[in-house]
């Protein structure tokens, strides 16, 4: 068995590879390879069949999902369609009834603990901003890095030349340099939003899981929230889940639609706006 250089991850959840990768070729996904992670298919998430009951209820009915590396994701879909169990699937908050979830070709993300996948390099940003408000924007930047320190451990640590470089290109891409100094309490909401996506790029993700980014944005949040994705897209791969369909558009080259726990519709934006089923269930006319 092959062993792959990931922090934190203990070899029993390192399976086999998988030898059948037709499902992901079928749609076209790419090769690249990304560092520490075997994505020989060029997938970096695979879910199949996956399945999640709460008393009875499927929340996630035999889905089946794959993205691509360096693929920009969205998912739409009405509500209770299953978006956010679907993201707590992906990050070990809930546990499946059934099926396989896998990050790249070896580890299974059904045998590890919520922590061991953030290691592993999941990364997800939830609807409401979560930033330590009391701190400045570089010190909340500064403690992302520092994840196995306490918290003052870790602003007293002195950091090394490459990570001052890394954190001023983070706050360079969140466009928040004027605003390092500054209380992230004092901040917009757009500002932390963009701050805490900050913080999730300090850990170096491969998966971003972004749940509603522009909620409550102004326009030009909005607008500059779409070029950020567009950025990142490439470097990372990211899953979107949005309501906002021309937020969607602007960014999306490939939509999921999910309804009852299962995908109902994947393509184009164009494409899904286009499917009866999708306009029925969701769109409508």
Known sequence: ????????????????????????????????????????????????????????????????????????????????????????????????????????????????????????GIGRKFQKPTVFEALTVYQNLELAQHTDKSVWASLRARLSGAQKDRIDEVLRTIRLEAAQQRLAGLLSHGQKQFLEIGMLLMQEPQLLLLDEPVAGMTDAETEFTAELFKGLAGKHSLMVVEHDMGFVGSIADHVTVLHQGSVLAEGSLEQVQADDRVIEVYLGR
């Open 1 to 120: 068995m092959r062993s792959v250089p990931l922090p934190a991850v203990h070899p029993e959840f390192m399976l086999e590879p998988l030898l059948d990768g037709a499902g992901r070729d079928a749609i076209g996904l790419g090769q690249r390879r990304e560092p520490g992670l075997d994505v020989r298919h060029g997938t970096v998430l695979t879910l199949e069949d996956l399945s999640v009951s709460f008393d009875g209820f499927k929340a996630l009915n035999a889905l089946n999902l794959y993205i691509g590396v360096g693929e920009l994701r969205c998912i739409i879909g009405p509500n209770g369609a299953g978006k956010t169990t679907l993201m707590d699937v992906i990050t070990g908050k809930t546990r499946p009834s059934a099926g396989k979830a896998w990050f790249g070709e070896t580890l299974d993300l059904t045998r590890m603990s919520e922590v061991q996948i953030a290691q592993a």
